[in-house]
């Protein structure tokens, strides 16, 4: 590899190519991820949001007026019915599978993670979407945010080198409150928010051959499964991969200097820290940044890094189109990719399920 240039990393990479041609998009579901990161992300990026659907008509209409969407359904059939459009589904996990049963067969659907409730929902939703020749990609959106563009293309560019250490860790106050259909689902923290590491880790080093987790509650938030979690991903014997997540730091009380959220990747050639600054104060957010040293430079901050929500949700969107009409050969976040992160997801979750090693004192 040639000598790295501090101007090499600034200049990495940070935007995923929109489609040649847009094609009009049809939302079915008006929750506050929609609200919040992909109706803005679709402004930004000019796709045409052709109409919404709910069940509360007020969210949806709330959402039409905001954003100028044209129509709005009166059911999930009638909007079904658009031809020649992307659906966008961003339901909760536990009525995905429902929905998916009645997209209509040919479509081109975007599916909100996690996919279904259960690996047995999972692979059910996989075979529903083969069935009916469904080209569908699930929004696991993390490896798509301006940063990690920069970072796949650095590690393809050998400015890391062989990667022998990722790290994610947090200690952040989620406001939960923000999705109340979190407190009927028997697990909160990896299915609904690790998941998106677990997936951009294995776009950065492959499947892991097998895991520990541990989720465990919180006595302020009583009526969620769990809200902190430690999980290892075992890779080969020089490779170590772990996350610490914690979204009880209680910033009101402790304040903001010491929270924190970040990912670490070191490799035989260089290293990347990647500062989630959208977690330091969702859903305000701080800048967020992506720093990486080489053999050859000192610690340098790649440029027009924007932020994961809604950038991301441009990325995800776009490589779906493009895919869609043969732009691109590869669809990244492809239901079946998909159902390998679901895989990772369930066996953290049965792992935590498990006593830990017992101490014989």
């Given at each position: 590899?040639?000598?790295?240039?501090?101007?090499?990393?600034?200049?990495?990479?940070?935007?995923?190519?929109?489609?040649?041609?847009?094609?009009?998009?049809?939302?079915?579901?008006?929750?506050?991820?929609?609200?919040?990161?992909?109706?803005?992300?679709?402004?930004?990026?000019?796709?045409?949001?052709?109409?919404?659907?709910?069940?509360?008509?007020?969210?949806?209409?709330?959402?039409?007026?905001?954003?100028?969407?044209?129509?709005?359904?009166?059911?999930?059939?009638?909007?079904?019915?658009?031809?020649?459009?992307?659906?966008?589904?961003?339901?909760?996990?536990?009525?995905?599978?429902?929905?998916?049963?009645?997209?209509?067969?040919?479509?081109?659907?975007?599916?909100?993670?996690?996919?279904?409730?259960?690996?047995?929902?999972?692979?059910?939703?996989?075979?529903?979407?083969?069935?009916?020749?469904?080209?569908?990609?699930?929004?696991?959106?993390?490896?798509?945010?301006?940063?990690?563009?920069?970072?796949?293309?650095?590690?393809?560019?050998?400015?890391?080198?062989?990667?022998?250490?990722?790290?994610?860790?947090?200690?952040?106050?989620?406001?939960?409150?923000?999705?109340?259909?979190?407190?009927?689902?028997?697990?909160?923290?990896?299915?609904?928010?690790?998941?998106?590491?677990?997936?951009?880790?294995?776009?950065?080093?492959?499947?892991?051959?097998?895991?520990?987790?541990?989720?465990?509650?919180?006595?302020?938030?009583?009526?969620?499964?769990?809200?902190?979690?430690?999980?290892?991903?075992?890779?080969?014997?020089?490779?170590?991969?772990?996350?610490?997540?914690?979204?009880?730091?209680?910033?009101?009380?402790?304040?903001?200097?010491?929270?924190?959220?970040?990912?670490?990747?070191?490799?035989?050639?260089?290293?990347?820290?990647?500062?989630?600054?959208?977690?330091?104060?969702?859903?305000?957010?701080?800048?967020?940044?992506?720093?990486?040293?080489?053999?050859?430079?000192?610690?340098?901050?790649?440029?027009?890094?924007?932020?994961?929500?809604?950038?991301?949700?441009?990325?995800?969107m776009a490589s779906l189109q493009r895919y869609a009409s043969g732009e691109e050969k590869e669809l990244t976040h492809s239901v079946n990719n998909a159902y390998d992160t679901m895989a990772v997801v369930y066996a953290c979750l049965e792992s935590n399920s498990k006593p830990g090693t017992t101490v014989n004192y």
């Amino acid at each position: 590899m040639e000598q790295v240039t501090s101007n090499d990393i600034k200049n990495l990479n940070t935007t995923w190519l929109l489609p040649q041609k847009k094609i009009p998009i049809v939302i079915i579901g008006a929750g506050g991820i929609v609200s919040d990161a992909h109706l803005p992300a679709y402004q930004k990026a000019n796709f045409e949001v052709l109409g919404i659907y709910d069940p509360d008509e007020k969210k949806s209409k709330e959402c039409a007026e905001k954003f100028s969407i044209e129509k709005i359904y009166s059911s999930e059939a009638e909007a079904f019915q658009e031809k020649n459009v992307v659906f966008d589904i961003a339901v909760p996990p536990q009525v995905l599978l429902s929905v998916v049963k009645n997209i209509p067969e040919n479509s081109i659907c975007q599916l909100q993670k996690p996919m279904g409730n259960s690996m047995a929902e999972a692979k059910e939703i996989k075979n529903i979407i083969k069935s009916k020749n469904i080209t569908a990609c699930v929004n696991l959106q993390l490896k798509f945010s301006p940063m990690m563009i920069a970072l796949r293309e650095a590690i393809d560019k050998g400015m890391i080198g062989t990667v022998t250490e990722l790290e994610i860790s947090l200690s952040v106050g989620t406001p939960w409150h923000l999705w109340p259909f979190l407190e009927t689902l028997d697990n909160v923290e990896v299915p609904l928010h690790s998941i998106h590491y677990i997936d951009w880790i294995r776009s950065v080093l492959g499947n892991p051959k097998s895991v520990h987790c541990k989720s465990i509650k919180h006595p302020k938030l009583p009526n969620l499964s769990d809200a902190r979690s430690s999980i290892i991903l075992e890779y080969e014997d020089d490779v170590r991969c772990c996350l610490s997540i914690n979204h009880t730091h209680d910033n009101s009380m402790h304040g903001m200097k010491h929270s924190h959220a970040y990912a670490r990747v070191e490799g035989l050639d260089g290293a990347a820290y990647i500062k989630f600054g959208l977690l330091l104060d969702y859903p305000n957010g701080e800048p967020e940044e992506i720093e990486i040293s080489t053999k050859d430079t000192d610690w340098t901050k790649v440029q027009n890094v924007g932020t994961w929500f809604p950038d991301a949700f441009v990325g995800t969107m776009a490589s779906l189109q493009r895919y869609a009409s043969g732009e691109e050969k590869e669809l990244t976040h492809s239901v079946n990719n998909a159902y390998d992160t679901m895989a990772v997801v369930y066996a953290c979750l049965e792992s935590n399920s498990k006593p830990g090693t017992t101490v014989n004192y």
